[in-house]
């Protein structure tokens, strides 16, 4: 089996069983898009924890697999990683997650979808809690 092979099947396996799938009770971000080329949908949750972590983070969404895959994908990577980690997310350390797979694009954007919310959740609250710096680090 090949690394590609690999890769596609890891995919499939994060659309099929999502992972952090779900929704959570007052979350301190919630932010969501779309993509109208192709009508994948995804909302990302969080909730931050002490030292400005991601304590907690859920997604609901619908769409293809390389978004599904993705933005479940990018739940787990992001659990316990400080806001600031987020700001430095970068297009390409999304596609190294997925195995840099060859996509045309239309999916790229797919791939990218869960990326654009996760950050603009976070950059959204960020922005309001500007003037509290103690904020940024508290629990609910």
Known sequence: MSSADI???TILDYY????????????????????PLCGDEVEMQV???PGS???EIKFVGKGC????????MLTELAKGKRLEWVKELSKDDVLRMLGNPELGPSRIKCALLGMKVLKSGV????????????????TR
Do not use: C, Q, W
Request: proline share 6%; hydrophobic share 30%.
């Open 7 to 9: 890769y596609r099947e």
């Open 16 to 35: 099929r069983n999502p992972r952090n799938f779900g929704k959570m009770d007052n979350p301190d971000v919630d932010a969501r898009d779309s993509n």
């Open 47 to 49: 909730r931050v924890g």
């Open 53 to 55: 972590t991601i304590e």
């Open 65 to 72: 697999a390389i978004s599904v895959a993705s933005a479940s």
């Open 123 to 138: 950059y959204g609250y960020l922005g309001a809690h500007y003037d509290d710096p103690d904020a940024l680090g508290s």
